[in-house]
């Protein structure tokens, strides 16, 4: 994996497509890595975008300088994603994020509107405006913020930081989701000496029980202070998230005034990249290569259809063999 140096960190990347394409910068979430968009990246490579896909701090091959801040606010992770495009020589670009990265993908909508063409949000809501307490039962879903805002939870992190994980895959998908070989291989990105404080500092800056960077303070407070954006936008939202179910983003187009489309995937959980690629995929195309005036909000039921084919396929195959074995039993008894 390259690796570009920064001022204030070295950041591992994938760069695929042709290099002359237009530019798509893909952002992971938490807690997964940068593989997370590895079934998506050929699909749109095909079309003839070129894909980049960072690593964040605090994962994997990506290292914060020694005196820098171990911070994961979403602002300070647009920054790195400007510098790091800025380091590829890249002006102007389109960017869809997940669960960290659909938060990062909006503030760099919001600091860099002249860069930023197009945007995708995957599975967490826009916090343009400022972020509102969650409902009681939002709360629920995400007890983990709180349990990490105290010591002994931040304790409880840092002592098993894959058991902390595999809950999450665990609650946010629907059951089998994911394999055992992909859990380990994207785990390995979590052993990141600086995953824990950022995952922590992350969660806390949100809520305002840790102050964000200082270096992003400024791109905190515009987001805060932004109520819409225009840029043409897709909001992908897991009918089955666990953590985010669909009424968390019912009011979602109401933050942007520019085309907008609020797809719902049938049978899907959080990590939708993961879940159905071909669905992503398609939908991103549609974004970033289409008209955006043609995007419309949609129930994407497709996961069924393909579930449904190879099931529906033998049901036939068995009604062709019952229907020869009786024709074969009637001349049997002519």
Not at 122 to 150: I, N
Not at 309 to 332: Q, Y
Request: some cysteine; hydrophobic content about 40%; charged content about 25%.
């Amino acid at each position: 994996m390259p690796i570009v140096d920064t001022d204030f960190v070295t950041i591992a990347y994938e760069d695929r497509g042709p290099h002359d394409g237009p530019p798509v910068l893909l952002i992971h979430g938490w807690p997964d890595d940068a593989s997370t968009w590895d079934t998506v990246v050929p699909r749109l490579n095909a079309a003839g975008l070129r894909t980049i896909q960072p690593t964040l701090r605090g994962f994997g091959a990506t290292r914060l300088k020694p005196d820098v801040r171990r911070t994961g606010n979403s602002a300070v992770l647009a920054l790195d994603m400007i510098a790091l495009m800025d380091a590829l020589g890249v002006d102007r670009f389109t960017v869809a994020g997940h669960d960290w990265g659909s938060n990062t993908a909006e503030a760099l909508a919001v600091g860099w509107p002249d860069r930023v063409e197009r945007m995708a949000m995957l599975c967490t809501p826009p916090r343009l405006g400022g972020m509102k307490t969650p409902s009681f039962a939002q709360a629920e879903r995400q007890w983990y913020h709180w349990f990490m805002a105290t010591t002994r939870g931040a304790d409880a992190v840092r002592a098993d930081r894959r058991g902390f994980a595999r809950t999450h895959w665990n609650n946010w998908s629907p059951p089998g989701w994911y394999d055992e070989e992909t859990f380990d291989r994207v785990a390995r990105a979590w052993e990141n000496s600086d995953w824990v404080e950022v995952t922590l500092h992350s969660y806390r800056a949100r809520w305002d029980e840790a102050k964000p960077d200082p270096r992003s303070r400024w791109l905190e407070d515009k987001v805060r202070a932004t109520p819409t954006l225009s840029l043409p936008t897709l909001y992908v939202q897991g009918a089955v998230d666990g953590v985010n179910p669909p009424e968390t983003s019912a009011d979602v187009v109401s933050k942007f005034t520019g085309p907008f489309a609020r797809v719902v995937l049938a049978g899907v959980g959080h990590f939708a990249q993961r879940e159905h690629p071909r669905a992503v995929a398609r939908h991103l195309l549609h974004l970033f290569t289409g008209d955006p005036t043609t995007l419309a909000s949609t129930t994407d039921r497709s996961l069924y259809v393909r579930r449904a084919t190879p099931l529906l396929a033998s049901i036939g195959l068995a009604a062709l063999a019952g229907v020869g074995a009786a024709g074969a039993g009637k001349r049997d008894r002519q």
